[in-house]
């Protein structure tokens, strides 16, 4: 079983370019996943989702246990569903934020939502891609778990344009 003070060194055996360092977003979730993903683990999806996600979790034989938003909501974060979603097997939840391919901007209020319900579970995390948070319609910047919940920045793994993977010291 893996842990989050963990993850850097994994993530250095699959790249030497693990750390807070200067990584395409896609790559620094690849590599989170594969370094902490085993056989049969799961990784929560919210769809529609960028479709690349699915194989991400499958290569590293989790389970991608897909999680869908409402249209009907403006495809809110449904945190309701993702709570019933947890196993002991939940690894990680995955949010895009702006969410390719809605454009939907995750609020603070969900972040924090979803937080009270993932904080009892010390083995998932979230692996935030952030990469479109400038790209915006109404200028906003997407919010991100880690800087909305302090206390979560620990198991926060943040992928943006500007900086990718959040290892430890899990800096946001």
Not at 109 to 132: F, K, T
Not at 144 to 161: D, G, H, K, Q, Y
């Amino acid at each position: 079983m893996w842990s989050f003070d963990s993850l850097a060194p994994k993530l250095s055996k699959i790249s030497p370019l693990a750390g807070v360092k200067r990584l395409f977003s896609k790559q620094a979730l690849a590599n989170s996943i594969l370094a902490t993903v085993e056989p049969g683990d799961e990784v929560v999806l919210i769809a529609p989702y960028y479709s690349v996600y699915r194989q991400m979790v499958v290569l590293a034989g989790g389970i991608p246990v897909v999680v869908s938003s409402d249209p009907a909501s403006g495809f809110a974060l449904p945190v309701a569903e993702i709570s019933r979603a947890l196993s002991p097997r939940t690894r990680w939840i995955l949010l895009n934020s702006p969410c390719n391919p809605t454009g939907r901007v995750t609020t603070a209020d969900e972040l924090r939502a979803l937080w009270s319900c993932i904080a009892a579970h010390p083995d998932v995390g979230v692996l935030s891609d952030q990469v479109y948070e400038l790209l915006t319609f109404d200028g906003r910047i997407a919010p991100c778990m880690a800087s909305i919940c302090p206390e979560a920045a620990e198991r926060t793994v943040l992928a943006t344009e500007r900086t990718v993977v959040c290892t430890q010291p899990f800096a946001v």
